[in-house]
T-cell receptor, first 114, second 113 residues
Framework: NAGVTQTPKFQVLKTGQSMTLQCAQDMNHNSMYWYRQDPGMGLRLIYYSASEGTTDKGEVPNGYNVSRLNKREFSLRLESAAPSQTSVYFC?????????????FGPGTRLTVL | EDQVTQSPEALRLQEGESSSLNCSYTVSGLRGLFWYRQDPGKGPEFLFTLYSAGEEKEKERLKATLTKKESFLHITAPKPEDSATYLCAVQLYSGGGADGLTFGKGTHLIIQP
């Protein structure tokens, strides 16, 4: 199993450009998440999807949109990138069943917005 | 406001020198507390889940414990390969269905040979 995979690994954008970060998991998990990690701050939840067909806002959703394409894939879109969105983005998925469970993280996408 | 605070921010130990990392939380309705390890340039790697006060989990040189207000990650006789950032996170009960984790800022641990 590859676990959680993310593409691309690195990306540089200019202010105002758009892009989509891709995430896929092969663990048959129902729930998937997008976090961002900034220096001096803990990981913060952007959006999550409790199951295929549903998405909900997390702590810092402004400037982002998401799509739960199917059970495996959960993408994060920046419609008009801003320098404040320079960050490392992590996708995660959670074991199915029950209300509590550990989340498994991908390797991250390092995004710089100039 | 719910908060997760980790201390110290950074810790430098000699190989074999045992110590503990702290994670204190002020949250209403804890479903679970999680410990992760993060190496530079990598995603967080799951270590432990703790559900209730008094619970303990062990894995090699690491042992995690939980009280009603804090958790400790004890590192016994650490080796240089234990060097990493250790993250603490909580999952909360939420009537709105929010399901994500709230993370602390982490403790950066360096084990010197």
């Amino acid at each position: 199993n590859a676990g959680v995979t993310q593409t691309p690994k690195f990306q540089v954008l200019k202010t105002g450009q758009s892009m989509t970060l891709q995430c896929a998991q092969d663990m048959n998990h129902n729930s998937m998440y997008w976090y961002r990690q900034d220096p001096g701050m803990g990981l913060r939840l952007i959006y999550y999807s409790a199951s295929e067909g549903t998405t909900d806002k997390g702590e810092v959703p402004n400037g982002y949109n998401v799509s739960r394409l199917n059970k495996r894939e959960f993408s994060l879109r920046l419609e008009s990138a801003a320098p404040s969105q320079t960050s490392v983005y992590f996708c995660a998925s959670r074991t199915s069943g029950g209300v509590v469970g550990e989340q498994f993280f991908g390797p991250g996408t390092r995004l710089t917005v100039l | 406001e719910d908060q997760v605070t980790q201390s110290p921010e950074a810790l430098r130990l000699q190989e074999g020198e045992s110590s503990s990392l702290n994670c204190s939380y002020t949250v209403s309705g804890l479903r679970g507390l999680f410990w992760y390890r993060q190496d530079p340039g990598k995603g967080p790697e799951f270590l432990f889940t703790l559900y209730s006060a008094g619970e303990e989990k062990e894995k090699e040189r690491l042992k995690a414990t939980l009280t009603k207000k804090e958790s400790f990650l004890h590192i016994t006789a650490p080796k240089p390969e234990d060097s990493a950032t250790y993250l603490c996170a909580v999952q909360l009960y939420s009537g709105g269905g929010a399901d994500g984790l709230t993370f602390g800022k982490g403790t950066h641990l360096i084990i010197q040979p």
